[in-house]
């Protein structure tokens, strides 16, 4: 593992939220997670709470994560000795899903779609959030689906299953911070949400360009050079 795979799980996490899966929807997780509702444009709810039901929103999808990263590099580890071959598999899997997310490619097979939900006598228990949260990092959605299972397949050909567990970790983190930060952000007005959906289009199409050059020099295993090259630039951080 080096710092471009890093790099790409934290912007892959970051963009998976600012996805047209995920962030429309943001009032309505807030929504779930708290019982609050909408008024004068904004969504009335005790600060306090979103930040506690969030934390525990964002500890539980990420416990998924971890552990699906975990399992990934667990795998990859069995077929350690046809680790070129899997690099090349997992390099042409990252492609084909940049493609689909760039819009270049329109396949059915990643369109398929799992819902979380919430009943309504439920909203009061704060652990609650946690199994929601973990709810959600089972049931991917398309956008999601697409750039966890690059890092995923990033996982399963890592050295080590640590480097699995960092690289979802950093997936997590990417997709968390934000969350936390726009839930906060949408007490004191939604403008910010009818903004951000306007270049949501454009979000993704930077997404799946990222992943089709991680694709790339996964298959023809440029990534460690480029990142040993950058490390030459930065002597003091290794």
């Known amino acids: 593992m080096n710092d471009i795979t890093i790099l790409f799980a934290l912007m892959a996490g970051l963009l998976s939220f600012f996805s047209p899966c995920i962030f429309p929807l943001l009032p309505a997780y ?11 444009n904004k969504i009335q709810v005790s600060k306090s709470m979103l930040m ?3 934390i525990s929103f964002v500890l539980g999808f990420s416990v998924i994560f971890i552990a699906l990263g975990a399992s990934a590099s667990f ?3 069995l077929f350690s000795e046809y680790r ?5 598999i997992s390099g042409i899997l990252i492609i084909i899903f940049g493609l689909q997310m760039a819009r270049i490619l329109n396949l059915n097979i990643f369109m398929r779609e799992k819902h979380w ?9 704060s652990w609650n959030s946690f199994v929601l949260g973990m709810a959600f990092g089972t049931g991917w959605t398309p956008c999601v689906g697409l750039a966890l299972s690059s890092i995923l397949l ?13 690289l979802l970790s950093f997936y997590s983190l990417g997709l968390g911070i934000p969350f936390l930060l726009l839930s906060l952000l949408i007490t004191y007005s939604l403008g910010v949400v009818k903004k951000i959906n306007k270049i949501l289009p454009a979000l993704s199409l930077v997404n799946g360009w990222i992943m089709i050059v991680m694709g790339v020099l996964l298959f023809t295993g440029q990534m460690t050079k480029i990142s040993a090259w950058l490390a030459s630039f930065t002597p003091f951080l290794y």
Request: a positive charge.
């Open 30 to 40: 807030v929504a779930n997670l708290t019982g609050s509702y909408a008024q004068n």
């Open 52 to 54: 506690s039901r969030s």
């Open 75 to 77: 795998i990859g580890q």
């Open 84 to 88: 070129g071959v899997l690099e090349k």
């Open 117 to 125: 939900e919430v009943k309504s006598n439920e909203r009061s228990r």
């Open 154 to 166: 990033l996982a399963g050909s890592s050295d080590t299953m640590y480097s699995g567990l960092l």
